[in-house]
Nanobody, 119 residues
Framework: VQLQASGGGLVQAGESLRLSCAASERIYTMGWFRQAPGKEREFVAGISWSGEIFYTDSVKGRFTISRDNAKNTVFLQMNSLKSEDTAVYYC?????????????????WGQGTLVTVSS
């Protein structure tokens, strides 16, 4: 499975961005991770084929993950962005029915897209 992520960019604090990730074939669970400079990669949000959703606490109420199963695509709508959201965002996917927050549980990874939020 190949993942192609897009949508990163430079925005000011409080603005919005929408990330997209297209998978080359059907995949059960898709998610987003991010890695800020000097930090480890962390889970951001995940969505299962059935629509179960899980967010890390720091993005709850600001980020929304969704998917279009017909197009094998997952989206991450990011609102009210903060400088601490600055990171490279990675799309990940796994052939399992449940969401896992551990990156080791995801078999497939996209190339990463940079999100920079200026304060």
């Amino acid at each position: 499975v190949q993942l192609q992520a897009s949508g990163g960019g430079l925005v000011q604090a409080g603005e919005s961005l929408r990330l997209s990730c297209a998978a080359s074939e059907r995949i059960y669970t898709m998610g987003w991770f991010r890695q800020a400079p000097g930090k480890e990669r962390e889970f951001v949000a995940g969505i299962s084929w059935s629509g179960e959703i899980f967010y890390t606490d720091s993005v709850k109420g600001r980020f929304t993950i969704s998917r279009d199963n017909a197009k094998n695509t997952v989206f991450l709508q990011m609102n009210s962005l903060k400088s601490e959201d600055t990171a490279v965002y990675y799309c990940a996917a796994a052939n399992r029915m449940w969401i896992d927050t551990s990156e080791s549980e995801y078999e497939y990874w996209g190339q990463g897209t940079l999100v920079t939020v200026s304060s």
